[in-house]
């Protein structure tokens, strides 16, 4: 990644547009096929020599275009950037970055989601409890938390695939985008030998709608990160410890305390999603130029762009080896199950009894009635409180619910039946 974004791979590029531009132009009988094989085999440049004339000059692409003209020597110079503006060139090699960044950006989520699918089989039917606002709320199981994680990602392949395809656009039309010195002919060849579309219209550069689309794609995808690093980072909380970060022999948590073992992996995540957001925020504050076009939008893009692809590279891997690593511990998923008493039964007991002809409202208040009986008796210190227990007490549900029933609808079974069509649903069966 970090390659695509060097001051050498973008001057070849540069270079590459160059010579297709010439070879268009001799096709069109312009340049004689003397002066366009002196510029095939003698076009050059050095960064040495461009920052040097640059120096001097105060613009990259002239210095750029000196150094090639150098090279290649007279008569073949005078067709160099014959007919182009800065940002014919600028605009289609950035469409060339963006289309080869987001290439393996598109890998790295594809390797991640392989890791998620993995880990979501593998726990398919390990049963935890889920919530809501941090509060027990109903069971699930941590290969349905996978899943979920598996389809969020999934729609980050399809953010991405759509956003590269729009951003993949060159301009070779000139100064305000009219084709007055070089027909659109010459800028259809040109952006099919780069692998990239043509601008159906631009002014001088294209528009950066595009390029905002394409960062709060990136965005988005950073915050799906941050979304499952928070998760994760919760999940390993001593109070919980449901899932944990892997720790490595030798690895150490804290200067301080050696008992330590931090997520860190998640909190590094989580801040560095941070950054490619504010990056969002200025590509979007680029989308405003005055008219044909300013500059104000450059010097921007010549860090968010590099910065945002090669970060969220790293963060990608970094997750993936989050997800491989993650070790899960279902003894204590059972165990923190156990801490509500059985009272994450109280919306199927609820309906239960609505089915018995209560009104929701009575069937509502019978249930909460007894599960704040349940806490009462279990912060009073009686260690065996249980929920059903409680409910197959009360006359009021007795007379509505038998033992057997309350036996049949509250069990794992009734909230999990479902899990393997979901998993049948998403693609990640086995």
């Not at 395809?165 to 030998?193: D, M, N, W, Y």
């Not at 941050?226 to 150490?252: D, Y």
């Amino acid at each position: 990644m970090r390659g695509i974004w060097t001051e050498q791979r973008k001057k070849e590029i540069w270079l590459e547009v160059e010579k297709l531009a010439a070879e268009a132009i001799h096709e069109q009988g312009l340049i004689s096929a003397e002066d366009l094989r002196q510029i095939s085999e003698r076009a050059a440049f050095s960064i040495e020599r461009c920052d040097e004339l640059e120096a001097t000059l105060h613009h990259d692409v002239i210095a750029f275009t000196t150094n090639v003209s150098e090279n290649v020597g007279e008569p073949a110079s005078k067709w160099i950037h014959f007919g182009l503006t800065s940002s014919d060139i600028l605009d289609t090699t950035f469409a060339v970055q963006l289309k080869e960044s987001g290439e393996i950006l598109l890998e790295g989520l594809r390797s991640l989601r392989g890791a998620i699918a993995d880990k979501a089989r593998e726990h398919r039917h390990t049963p935890m409890i889920g919530r809501s606002h941090g509060i027990h709320a109903e069971p699930l199981t941590f290969g349905l938390k996978m899943a979920l994680m598996y389809d969020e990602f999934g729609r980050g392949i399809s953010r991405l695939e759509n956003s590269v395809a729009q951003a993949a656009v060159g301009k070779i039309s000139g100064a305000v985008g009219t084709h007055a010195h070089l027909g659109p002919e010459v800028e259809k060849f040109i952006c099919a030998r780069l692998g990239i579309k043509a601008s159906p219209i631009a002014t001088q550069v294209i528009q950066r709608d595009i390029h905002a689309d394409f960062m709060n794609t990136l965005a988005l995808i950073a915050a799906s990160i941050e979304r499952w690093a928070t998760e994760f980072r919760h999940l390993q909380r001593t109070e919980v410890l449901e899932a944990e970060e892997f720790f490595s022999k030798g690895q150490k948590g804290s200067s301080a305390m050696p008992h330590k073992r931090n997520p860190i992996t998640g909190e590094r995540l989580t801040g560095l999603a941070r950054v490619i957001r504010g990056n969002a925020v200025a590509a979007m504050e680029n989308i405003a130029l005055w008219h044909e076009r300013d500059i104000s939008h450059s010097s921007v893009e010549r860090i968010i762009f590099p910065d945002s692809c090669t970060l969220l590279d790293y963060m990608l891997h970094k997750m993936t080896q989050l997800v491989r690593g993650l070790i899960v511990y279902p003894e204590n998923m059972k165990r923190n199950m156990k801490l509500t008493l059985g009272m994450w039964h109280s919306q199927t007991v609820m309906l239960a009894l609505v089915r018995k002809g209560l009104t929701r409202e009575d069937a509502y208040a019978l249930v909460q009635r007894n599960a704040m009986e349940t806490w009462k008796k279990r912060h009073a210190g009686d260690m065996d409180a249980d929920f059903k227990d409680q409910l197959l007490a009360d006359r009021d549900i007795a007379a509505h619910l038998t033992r057997d029933e309350l036996d049949a609808i509250c069990n794992l079974d009734f909230h999990l039946r479902y899990v393997d069509q979901k998993f049948k649903a998403l693609g990640i069966d086995p």
